[in-house]
């Protein structure tokens, strides 16, 4: 762990200068995202964020544009520890606490949200792997995924159940040593890009005790893809119908054990709601920062934009959404580390619902102001915030709709009849 985590903590350099945390526009302000860390969480934060604006930030635009899915530079963050920032230490991964996991991809989604989007997801299947795999799946897995050697694709969705997760159809039939799988699964990120993929489908009978989790290689004999989905956004990482025909998987793949994959698949989720909502903080950052820059250099009517009244008000506002977003966020990812270190009454599920709930809406709605604010030229592709405002979009709809958090919290605050 300290051989990863130390290289984590070490700044990212390139041929030019190293570059700063913030911008100074915004350091020691109401949105510096630094603020009230640690030492080890700022140097944790700035490596990530060095990353971003060096290695990814500058090509962002033409991954959007033409569609790439950029594995090299994915393996570069893997050489950093950021491919397996929450898997367990003593099974190879990075090690870290949800909240500094949600700095980490905060920083990240600063450079590319699309692509750090797919970074999570890959964590969360490594996570699953490394804690809840056998010796002998770790062993063969884990290693690979914390390099992204191995990239990794997480399958539940289906065309038929995308709220109702629990009424999947894709079934897994066991005969002998094996399982035949048939059916599919929609919307998954990185199909048709990734070598591994996690799949849940139905071993028994209806409901959410009747399904089981399956460790995949991609390119198994009776998997095929469909077509690279055109999407408004999240345009780095391919997007692919994934259909099994009589795919025969051993046994030895299931991961834990038959009819736990439901359990399973809501404890990914509920980091990944967390780490979706983080994504959504880093870009909401990002566009504030640009817009400060905007309205302090473009004028009319012989004043700074920065001087109205309006732009104040509007930036004031979505300053405190932000930081307000940020705090329920990390709120979030500390409960859910209590939980897994064993307080069986931290509220984790509820709070990472309400943290992907205010933070990816609050977060989307702030993009979408600083775009009003740059006018006719946020509009523009040569300027980033159509592409944040585009990429931001989809975090209201994954790893389950908002809507669908408004019922998670809703089930926990009202009693029952």
Known sequence: MFKILNRCLIPWKCASQTIRLNSQLVRNTLIDSSFGLSDEQRQLQETALNFAKNEMQPFMRKWDEEHIFPVETLRKAAELGFAALYTPAECGGTGLSRLDTSIVIEALSQGC????????????????????????????????????????????????????????????????????????????????????LLVFARTGDKGPKGITAFIIDGDSEGISYGKNERKMGWNSQPTRMVTFENCKVPAINVLNKEGFGFNLAMKGLNGGRINIASCSLGGAQRAIEETIEHVTVRKQFNKRLADFQNTQFQLAAMSSELVASRLLVRNAASTLDALESGDSNAPAVSMASAAKLYATEKCFYIIDGCLQLFGGYGYLYDYPLQQLLRDCRVHRILEGTNEMMKLIISREIIPSS
């Open 113 to 196: 949200i699309s692509t750090t989007a797919f970074l999570s997801i890959h964590n969360m299947v490594v996570w699953l792997i490394g804690s809840f795999g056998n010796d002998d799946q770790k062993s063969r897995y884990v290693s690979d995924l914390c390099s992204m050697k191995k990239i990794a694709s997480y399958c539940l969705t289906e065309p038929g159940s995308g709220s109702d997760a629990a009424s999947l159809i894709t079934s897994a039939k066991r005969e002998g040593d094996y399982y035949i799988l048939n059916g599919s699964k929609c919307f998954i990120s990185g199909g048709g890009g990734s070598d591994l």
